[in-house]
């Protein structure tokens, strides 16, 4: 909506949940970013084996914009599928920004050139610029970026990499209608946290999918091997071993892309010691240190794995360090298990 100029950019830590938060800003409701992280309960696990040399994929939660915390707050969430640039543009005539998920990987300017894929990243498109161009509102970035139609619609229509979202499909929010008292509606989100995670229905999410993880690990000196193309943490196309580009990936994975138990953890962390203030109940903040505590585990596997892919890296460390993957999502699964236990008891 160019004419009112609601819309503020603004980083976070979490593609999905920033920039519903941007999207809450301009409609005059401003929220904390892990407050709307908790509300969802999309947080958790997934694990998605590629075949062949690809790179597995390890994602830090297992919802994909589940509006959870949407329908708390009384907002209405409008779903979309425009199939070009004029029906997204169309969109953008009465709305301060359309949300929209991609492919990482197929934004120009993260660099990665389609090399890396990852479907369950999210934008805010903001503007039209001309007929061939959109602003684009990345909140792992400090300004809006420029984006043009084809690549755009590319990025939403990808094949390339699960999860995937072939009808292309956006996201309209209205206003919110009341703000949300968190001593009532966060305990309802911890409870649909506790049952997604522990009882997720698939092997590849929650615990399930930890556990899959810590088991296919150690297969991938044997399944990920040859040389292969990749691109470097500056954005460069590199020849590289294929197990180096998988311990390189699982690391951009953790901590850079956002999708990662080492930024996740922490914010699920501040959501329950938040509750625990709006309750009274210090049960939340004994589960809140539980997920920080596996947050730190996750943040030292993914510095390690990002340091090891920045430099070229013997395959025997490189052996060393998928036994470090196994070990931290063995320890993470135990510390977070006890920690989901105890609040399935509130």
């Known amino acids: 909506m160019t004419a009112t100029g609601r819309y503020v950019h603004r980083r976070g830590i979490h593609c999905e949940t920033a920039c519903q938060c941007a999207l809450l800003a301009a409609a005059g409701h401003t929220v904390d970013e892990e407050v709307v992280f908790g509300l969802d309960a999309g947080f958790g696990f997934s694990f998605f084996p590629a075949n062949g040399n690809a790179p597995d994929i390890a994602v830090g939660k297992q919802a994909i914009m589940p509006l959870r915390a949407a329908r708390l707050m009384g907002v209405e969430v409008t779903l979309h599928t425009p199939k070009s640039a004029a029906g997204l543009a169309g969109l953008l005539e009465s709305a301060p920004a359309v949300m929209a998920r991609v ?50 619609q590319a ?72 040389e292969v193309e990749d691109v470097d943490l500056a954005g460069q196309v590199v020849r590289t071993d294929a197990l180096a580009r998988q311990l390189l990936h699982l690391g951009r994975q953790i901590e850079s892309f956002g999708t990662g138990g080492g930024l996740f953890r922490p914010m699920i962390g501040r959501y329950l010691t938040q509750l625990a203030g709006s ?11 539980q997920f920080h505590e596996s947050g730190r585990l996750w943040s030292t596997l993914g510095s390690a794995l990002l340091a090891a892919g920045a430099t070229a890296t013997a395959r025997a460390d490189l052996k060393t360090l998928v036994d470090a993957v196994a070990g931290t999502a063995r320890s993470a699964m135990d510390i977070e298990k006890r920690a989901l236990t105890a609040l399935t008891t509130l």
């Not at 039209?128 to 084809?150: I, K």
Request: overall charge neutral.
């Open 103 to 152: 492919d990482l990987g197929l934004l120009p300017y993260w660099g990665l050139d389609g090399r890396s894929s990852f479907g369950g990243y999210f934008v805010n498109v903001v503007r039209p610029l001309g007929t061939d161009a959109f602003e684009v509102s990345d909140p792992a970035f400090d300004d809006p970026v420029s984006v043009t139609a084809a690549e755009l």
């Open 279 to 289: 309750t009274g109940d210090a049960r939340y903040a004994d589960a809140a240190e």
């Open 155 to 226: 990025a939403r229509t990808s094949r390339d990499s699960p999860p995937l979202n072939p009808e292309g499909k956006v996201y309209v929010f209205g206003a919110p209608r009341r703000t949300p008292r968190l001593d009532l509606v966060g305990p309802v989100a911890v409870r649909n946290l506790c049952r997604e995670i522990l009882r997720p229905g698939s092997r590849n999410l929650g615990f399930p999918g930890m556990k899959l993880l810590a088991t296919t690990a150690p297969s991938w000196p044997q399944s990920k091997h040859g």
